[in-house]
């Protein structure tokens, strides 16, 4: 008879202290994860070798895997196995050339309970919102760049419109009165002989 079995998986970010002196610090490229492995009886597989490949699949569970790689870990007392995805033997991709905006992203896990290839436990898990994803949308805002160079001059625009004639102003202040002229009245004798020499005596 063929026997089925299940998993249940957490996934867990490896999670670093941010200082604000470590503008520099970079995101580890790993992440942890962990599952619950039980067998065909749904009992705990306990302290037990497993084989597992890991793949980091693109836009719904049987999307584009992006990565892959596999794994030998073990079980605990507690039927919990736990690793970190990017430091096992790489099947295809490269984990830190992963462009997690482009997500959704779903981890799948395939897992051999002899602890070889032979698959037969495959699980696939939605990778939800990490520490890191969340401090980079609320970190602290970075320092101001240089002002870049100054643009070219625009085109001198149309005339406007003429204004309204405005209102008309006051009435200037009468200027002073100039001085009277100098009256010059002539002599007797030289009237008379003006008047003979225009009638002709």
Request: aromatic residues 6%; neutral net charge.
């Amino acid at each position: 008879m063929k026997k089925i079995f299940t998993i249940g998986a957490a996934i867990l970010m490896s999670v670093s202290v941010f200082l604000p002196q470590q503008a520099s610090a970079q995101a580890p490229n790993k992440m942890s994860y962990q599952a619950v492995i039980r067998n065909s009886n749904d009992s705990l597989l306990i302290s037990t070798p497993v084989g597992m490949r890991i793949s980091l699949v693109q836009g719904t569970p049987s999307g584009s895997v992006v990565f892959s790689e596999t794994q030998a870990a073990a079980t605990n007392a507690n039927g919990l196995v736990s690793l970190q995805i990017g430091m096992g033997t790489v099947v295809t991709g490269t984990f830190a050339c992963i462009d997690w905006a482009a997500g959704p992203y779903y981890v799948k896990t395939e897992t051999d309970l002899a602890g070889g290839t032979n698959y037969t436990i495959i699980s696939s898990n939605e990778l939800l919102s990490v520490p890191y994803a969340l401090f980079s949308a609320n970190g602290p805002t970075g320092a101001q760049g240089p002002a870049g160079p100054q643009g070219i001059q625009g085109e001198t625009g149309a005339d406007g419109t003429p204004g309204a004639t405005g209102p008309q102003g006051p009435i200037g202040l009468t200027g002073a009165t100039g001085p009277a002229g100098t009256s010059v009245t002539g002599t007797g004798s030289n009237a008379l002989t003006l008047i003979y020499t225009v009638i002709g005596f």
